[in-house]
């Protein structure tokens, strides 16, 4: 089993950058899958972005790609999401997930992925 721990939201301006943080615990943090979603103020929680367990291979949402860069340090036990350009419509509680199960390439279906953090809220101003 493996916790989850976010970090670095906070209020930015409309072109501004923030950088969040998710920390795992446990010694197995390579073999998981990673994943960032996102919920926006009434809205269902959405995928952004996704990294593979050796963080070779990346993927993201449309309406991310080009402005947000999700990286990982399996040293560190932690992965990351570098978020440019922000706009009003990136608002929302952002969550970090991870799966040792799941194929890379389906991580994006959150109903299948076993473990959680609590989420760390990004507002960006206009």
């Known amino acids: 089993q493996v916790q989850l721990v976010e970090s670095g939201g906070g209020l930015v301006q409309a072109g501004g950058s923030l950088r969040l943080s998710c920390e795992a615990s446990g010694r197995t943090f390579i073999t998981y899958t990673m994943a960032w979603f996102r919920q926006p103020p009434g809205k269902e929680r959405e995928f952004v972005a996704a990294i593979s367990r050796s963080g070779g291979s990346t993927y993201y949402a449309d309406s991310v790609k080009g402005r947000f860069v999700i990286s990982r340090d399996n040293a560190k036990n932690t992965a990351y999401l570098q978020m440019n350009s922000l706009k009003p419509e990136d608002t929302a509680v952002y969550y970090c997930?991870?799966?040792?199960?799941?194929?890379?390439?389906?991580?994006?279906?959150?109903?299948?992925?076993?473990?959680w953090g609590k989420g760390t809220l990004v507002t960006v101003s206009s």
């Open positions: 997930a991870a799966d040792p199960i799941v194929p890379f390439q389906n991580i994006g279906d959150s109903r299948s992925i076993h473990y």
